[in-house]
C-alpha cells in the first residue's frame, strides 16, 4: 500500500513542476522581451508577460515538434551525418551568402536596436551630456533587440500573420472544427472559392510579396536552411539573398539610423543661432524655458 501511495505522490509532484515549470518558462521569456525593450518596473505587468511569453513558445514548440516527428533517426546520428556531408562552398556562393549574414545578422539588427536605444530608451540626461555615450553593454543589447524583433518578423511574415486570410482562417478554424465526431478530416465547404482566394492571393504577390511561403522571408530562409542543414551551395542566389530581402531592409534601417542623426544635429546647429541657451535652459518666444536634454530628446524622435 505504502508503493502505491509514493507513485502517487511522485506522480503528483511530477505533475505540478512540470506545470509549474511551463507556466514559469512562458512568464520568463514575457519578462525577458520586457527586458530587452527597457521596460519601467512599475509598467510591468506579468499576466501581460504570460500572454507574450506564449504567443513566443506556443508556435516554436510546435514547430520544433513537428520536425522531431518529421526527422529519421536520433539527434546524435542526424548529427553525425550532417557533419560527415559537409562540402565546401564556391568562393563567391560564400561570400555572397557571408554578406547576406551580415547584412540581416548584425548590420540591419544593430540599426534597429539604435534606433529604439536613442528614441525610446535615452533619457533627457544622456541627450544633454550627463551620462556615457555608449558603452559595449547597451550596443550589445541593442543589436539583441533588433536581432529578436527582426526574426520574430520574419517568423510572422512566414505563416502570413500580417494577412487579413490568416486571421480569417483562424475565424474559420473556431466556427467549423476540422474534424469531425468521429476523428475524420472534413470536406472543405467550398473548393471553387478557397480556389478564387488563392489565385487571387497569387495575384496579388507582386504588391505584398513579402509574406507568405512563397514570399521573400520564406525564399531567404528556405535558401540559409538548405545551406546550413543540407550543405547544398548551390541554391545560393544573390537575388534571393541580397536584392531581394537583406539589402533593403538593412538600407531602410540604416538610412532610418543615419538620416535622423544627421537631421537632428542640423537642426540643433540650426537652433543655436536662434535661441538663446543658459545654463541648462533654452529660451524660446512662445513656450519659454525648456530644459536643453529635454528639447534634444524630442528633437530627435520627430527626426
Request: hydrophobic share 50%.
Amino acid at each position: 500500500l505504502w508503493k502505491v501511495a509514493a507513485l502517487m505522490v511522485l506522480s503528483w509532484l511530477a505533475i505540478i513542476l512540470t506545470v509549474f515549470g511551463f507556466f514559469s518558462l512562458l512568464l520568463a521569456v514575457g519578462r525577458f522581451v520586457y527586458f530587452l525593450f527597457r521596460v519601467e518596473s512599475k509598467y510591468i505587468h506579468d499576466p501581460l508577460a504570460f500572454v507574450i511569453g506564449g504567443c513566443l513558445v506556443f508556435p516554436s514548440m510546435s514547430i520544433l515538434l513537428t520536425k522531431a516527428k518529421l526527422a529519421d533517426g536520433n539527434l546524435t546520428h542526424r548529427l553525425a551525418s550532417w557533419v560527415k556531408a559537409f562540402k565546401a562552398p564556391p568562393k563567391l556562393k560564400f561570400a555572397t551568402f557571408g554578406v547576406s549574414v551580415l547584412l540581416w545578422s548584425f548590420i540591419a539588427p544593430l540599426s534597429l536596436g539604435l534606433c529604439y536605444e536613442i528614441a525610446v530608451v535615452k533619457s533627457s540626461g544622456w541627450f544633454k551630456g550627463d551620462e556615457e555615450l555608449f558603452d559595449i553593454g547597451s550596443i550589445l543589447l541593442s543589436w539583441l533587440t533588433g536581432f529578436v524583433v527582426l526574426n520574430t518578423w520574419a517568423f510572422f511574415s512566414y505563416f502570413s500573420v500580417f494577412t487579413k486570410q490568416f486571421w480569417a482562417n483562424v475565424g474559420n478554424g473556431m466556427l467549423e472544427p476540422p474534424l469531425d465526431e468521429n476523428g475524420n478530416p472534413l470536406p472543405p465547404r467550398n473548393d471553387d472559392a478557397r480556389r478564387a482566394n488563392n489565385i487571387r492571393a497569387a495575384a496579388g504577390n507582386n504588391r505584398m510579396n513579402w509574406q507568405g511561403k512563397d514570399g521573400r522571408v520564406a525564399r531567404f530562409l528556405n535558401v540559409w536552411r538548405a545551406c546550413l542543414f543540407e550543405w547544398d551551395w548551390e541554391k545560393v542566389d544573390r537575388v534571393t539573398l541580397l536584392d531581394d530581402f537583406a539589402s533593403p531592409i538593412a538600407r531602410q534601417l540604416a538610412s532610418a539610423l543615419v538620416g535622423s542623426t544627421l537631421s537632428f544635429i542640423f537642426l540643433m546647429h540650426f537652433v543655436r543661432f536662434l535661441v538663446r541657451s543658459e545654463q541648462g535652459l533654452m529660451t524660446f518666444p512662445i513656450f519659454g524655458e525648456i530644459e536643453r536634454g529635454l528639447f534634444r530628446q524630442v528633437s530627435f524622435r520627430v527626426c
